[in-house]
């Protein structure tokens, strides 16, 4: 078996997306979706029912009066918020690791994915048009291809850093040369196997060569460069994050200015502290 067919292997292996993604992802657009239902499938989780309280009764969603009902909590939370939520809590396992491979530890990569999710949303909301839909679980989920990837890095670390001692390509072009992918698309090829939307799988698949997002660019774009702010914050730079740059298309699309960036990186910082301590406890 090569490489590429050894990767593509192990995406195969990877762990299911988690049920209550499922559940509430087929009724998303559903304005009379049964909450009461679905808080009797979760009940049996105490986990999820815990984490689903403890974020519902967050300052992270505005929270101003105490919920202690399973129901009530996702009811507070909406169908798109508590599919952000299962999705960001059942991952979090997934994220809060070591990836030797890319220079990370545990702490550093779940660190970096909260606050792209969190930047991405900044980003829009410092902009015209509303955010676009799951740009948080976009976010959070652009790296995670690098859970897959991490194993195959370790053993072609040689390789990779005689790479970027010799040349000045970006990490992902490095990442093509040796693997024949990439972890964006490797990332992308987990959504697509977790059935997860179009928009998602485009998102992740491309959030280092945006303008080939197609119809997606705009969710594309404010990943893109919420990724790019994150490295910039040293927030999980690892082995790569000094490899990639804001691409030009995106840059003057997008027309961010220096004040809005700092504004994004101070509302980012404030916002992602609760959600990545909530996001540790859940992988604990």
């Given amino acids: ?11 195969r292996s ?35 029912t815990a984490n689903i309280l403890k974020l519902a009764n967050s300052s992270y969603f505005g929270t101003t009066r105490k919920i202690e009902s399973l129901q009530a909590a996702m009811v507070r939370l909406g169908a798109h918020q508590l599919f952000q939520m299962a999705v960001a809590t059942g991952v979090a396992k ?31 909301r410092q902009m015209e048009g509303p955010p676009p839909d799951m740009l948080f679980t976009a976010g959070l989920l652009h790296d995670i291809g690098k859970v897959v990837m991490d194993e195959f890095m370790n053993a072609q670390s040689a390789d990779i850093r005689a790479d970027m001692g010799n040349s000045t390509a ?51 774009m404010l990943v893109h460069l919420a990724d790019m702010l994150a490295y910039s914050e040293g927030m999980g730079t690892g082995l790569d994050g000094m490899r990639y740059h804001v691409a030009a298309s ?34 604990a």
């Fill in 1 to 11: 078996m090569n490489r590429d067919e050894t990767i593509r292997s192990r995406i």
């Fill in 14 to 48: 990877f762990p299911a997306m988690p049920a209550l993604c499922k559940q509430v992802l087929t009724h998303m657009n559903d304005p009379n979706m049964d909450f009461k239902s679905l808080a009797e499938t979760v009940r049996y989780d105490p986990g999820m």
């Fill in 94 to 124: 997934l994220l809060n690791r070591r990836l030797a491979g890319y220079g990370l530890e545990s702490s550093e990569f779940l660190r970096h994915s909260v606050w792209a999710a969190v930047a991405a949303e900044e980003l829009a």
């Fill in 170 to 220: 970006s990490f992902d072009g490095i990442e093509e040369k040796v693997f024949g992918l990439t972890h964006a698309e490797v990332g992308a090829e987990v959504l697509d196997q977790w059935n997860l939307p179009e928009a998602l799988v485009a998102a992740v698949r491309c959030h280092h060569i945006p303008d080939q997002a197609g119809d997606h660019s705009r969710l594309t």
């Fill in 250 to 283: 995106t840059a003057k699309q997008m027309g961010i200015r220096t004040p809005v960036i700092e504004r994004v990186a101070g509302r980012t910082l404030e916002r992602m502290r609760e959600l990545e301590g909530l996001l540790t406890r859940a992988s």
